[in-house]
């Protein structure tokens, strides 16, 4: 039987599920023609219909209606058309009430979501942009984790398998369980030294950011904007969280490695025991 087709949201040409995109089911040309970017004001992600076509639709009829937007004086990010503050940290402050230090930016713009944010963001108080910046890093790790995973499984039970003819056939029991055991010790040694560099980059990286977001400020609201402007990037919209993210996920790899490294440790002196 044929498998089933459907329709491109954007061409309405016909193609197996699997080659539609999760969510907005576009085809692979309608998603190089119209990518998803982020909005030259509000920073949200939009659709983009033609490359000329920097800003979403919302900031778009309100550019009409209440022109140019000027920066938000909580989140720095150039969306306040009515007042002083963007529609999302007014909202945001009428629930929530007033904004807290972000603790990866530093601005004054994170909002205590109580335990119904926290718990997206591993119980860190940060920003609507760190917060995106976040989770788009742990989702990254997460699907690195995976395929590492999968071939790390692979190779494991391989080098386990020639480990134990190796074994069978030459008895060589102490002197296997030696070699082993020294090539964990030299690999366990590394590990507080891995540990201690990974800190001080996150250490380094949280400090760099602190010291660099109040020379960005200014520097924002002294730019001039319009709809054309494309290359408008907020400060705290920078690669400075996705470094300090990844720095706390290769962490987290390390110590998962070292404890894999135990278990394995542990299943060959099994093995070894009942040999």
């Known amino acids: 039987a044929a498998p089933a087709l459907y329709a491109c949201t954007k061409c309405n040409q016909r193609y ?3 080659e539609l995109s999760q969510g907005q089911q576009l085809c692979k040309e309608c998603r190089i023609a119209h990518p998803i970017v982020k909005c030259t004001y509000c920073r949200s992600e939009f ?3 033609s490359k000329t076509n920097t800003i979403c639709k919302k900031c778009a009829q309100n550019v009409k209606q209440f022109g140019t937007p000027k920066p938000c004086q909580y989140c720095n990010i150039i969306a306040a058309f009515i007042g002083t503050k ?3 940290c007014t909202n945001s402050e009428k629930k929530y009430g007033p904004p807290q230090t972000c603790e990866q930016c530093k601005q004054q713009c994170a909002f205590d979501r109580k335990e119904e944010g926290r718990r997206k963001v591993d119980g860190k108080l940060l920003c ?3 917060t995106l910046s976040y989770k788009r890093v742990l989702q990254k790790t997460k699907e690195q984790r995976k395929s590492l995973g999968s071939s790390h499984s692979n190779s494991s039970s391989s080098s386990l398998t020639e480990k134990d ?7 060589h029991h102490h002197h296997h369980h030696h070699r082993h055991s020294s090539s964990h010790h030299k690999i366990s040694s590394l590990s507080p030294e891995q540990d201690q560099g990974l800190w001080k980059q996150s250490h380094k990286s949280s400090a760099a950011i602190q010291n660099e977001t109040p020379k960005k400020k200014p520097k924002l609201e002294s730019k001039p904007s319009n709809g054309d402007s494309s290359s408008i990037n907020q400060s705290a919209d920078s690669g400075g969280t996705d470094n300090f993210v990844l720095i706390s ?3 987290e790899e390390v110590m998962s490695l070292k404890r894999l490294l135990q278990q394995r440790d542990q299943t060959i002196l099994e093995k070894d025991k009942k040999v």
């Open 165 to 171: 003819q190796h074994h069978s056939k030459h008895h």
């Open 86 to 88: 963007c529609q999302r």
């Open 249 to 251: 996920q290769l962490k």
């Open 16 to 18: 197996p599920f699997e």
């Open 47 to 49: 659709q983009q219909e």
């Open 128 to 130: 609507w942009l760190c």
